[in-house]
């Protein structure tokens, strides 16, 4: 037995996510007393394979060649359904990433396993049951599943699982995969950047604002806190609606859902549709003129306040801030 972490790269490094991830199932294996082997597929050099030895990979398989350069979802769960079989891996961790989420079934159904996606922490292992807390009905609720089968696949969603070095260093191994012409029916020839900015999936700051900013031109306000604080915008769902700021902004059960550190919500209700997007965040600040908005329940930090007033002064004190430090 032993534990296998798929290491999605993505344009040949490894973002923080990653990290969170190996962290993670080193601590399953270590739950388990067994080793942790990575996975890596696409061009990725070897210093930054081996970087994956600091967070308690042993050995990493690395799989490289133009055929799987780009990301393939059924070719890619061959592979790495492949590798768990090779290494008698029982249980196969991944990233809750927009790839990992296409790739956990795929690979449960070529292991026969039981599948977690969207975990938030580190399963519980009490009298010969394996249980899982994820997040579910578009993050508005917790669930807790049990794995039954021999086999696990489980994706954690980024930010829920801190990074740790273990300072170790991994041996690493080139793994010949078989796939089949069947794996390739439809693939990515190009991914086209939609914007330069802050991905708003990965940003560990989010600053987002509501349709109490009455209108578009009021946006510029959000977009000078962001830039300061190297924040992603994002929206409401009436704010994408009405055209004030682009669709792949808006959060929530309808559109994207984000686990940043920090969630500064201006100028938003906090409708549980748009709650459901953010419940994973670990910092949520509201800034709301109504003291009853439903969002300051789940507020760690509230501002009772106008929006126009209280997001200058912010601006103002972490411009003070930026230059005393
Ligand atoms: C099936 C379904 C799916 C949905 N999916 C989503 C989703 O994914 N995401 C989403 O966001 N919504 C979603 N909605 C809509 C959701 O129900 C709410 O209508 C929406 O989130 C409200 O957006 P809002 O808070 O920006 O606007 P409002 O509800 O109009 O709230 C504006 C807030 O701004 C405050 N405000 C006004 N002026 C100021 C000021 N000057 N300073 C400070 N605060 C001020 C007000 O007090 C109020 O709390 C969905 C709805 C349905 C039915």
Excluded at 124 to 145: D, L, M, P, R
Aim: net charge neutral; glycine share 10%.
């Amino acid at each position: 037995m032993s534990v296998l972490i798929y290491a999605e790269n993505a344009g040949g490094t490894f973002k923080k996510s990653i990290f969170e991830a190996v962290s993670y199932a080193k601590a399953i294996a270590d739950q388990n007393n067994t080793n942790l082997i990575a996975i890596s597929i696409g061009n990725v050099s070897a210093g930054e394979l081996a970087s994956l030895g600091k967070y308690g990979a042993q050995k990493v398989l690395n799989v490289s060649g133009d055929k799987l350069k780009n990301f393939v979802n059924q070719a890619y769960a061959s592979v790495i359904a492949e590798a768990a079989k090779k290494e008698g891996a029982n249980i196969v961790v991944l990233s809750n990433t927009f790839s990992g989420r296409g790739l956990a079934p795929r690979i449960g159904v070529k292991l026969e396993a039981g599948v977690a996606d969207g975990a938030v922490a580190l399963p519980e292992q009490n009298g010969g049951k394996f249980t899982v807390k994820k997040t579910a009905f578009s993050g508005k609720a917790f669930a807790i599943v049990e794995l039954s089968s021999a086999n696990k696949v489980i994706a954690l969603v980024p930010n829920s699982y801190k990074v740790v070095e273990t300072g170790g260093s991994a041996q690493i191994e080139d793994f010949a995969a078989e796939t089949k012409e069947s794996d390739f029916k439809a693939m990515i020839k190009e991914i086209v950047r939609s914007t330069d900015k802050v991905s708003l999936p990965d940003a560990e700051i989010v600053v987002s604002a509501g349709r109490g900013l009455k209108g578009p031109e009021n946006w510029g306000m959000v977009e000078e806190l962001a830039g300061l604080l190297g924040a992603a915008t994002a929206c409401s769902k009436p704010v994408s609606d009405a055209g004030w700021r682009p669709h792949s902004e808006h959060v929530g059960q309808t559109g994207i859902a984000v686990s940043p550190n920090l969630y500064i919500a201006i100028g938003i209700s906090g409708a549980i549709q748009h709650l459901a997007g953010i419940s994973s965040s670990k910092v949520i600040v509201v800034i709301n003129k109504d003291p009853e908005a439903p969002f300051f329940k789940v507020a760690d930090y509230g501002i009772v306040g106008d929006a126009f007033e209280v997001v200058p002064q912010l601006i103002a004190a972490v411009k003070a801030y930026k230059a005393s430090a």
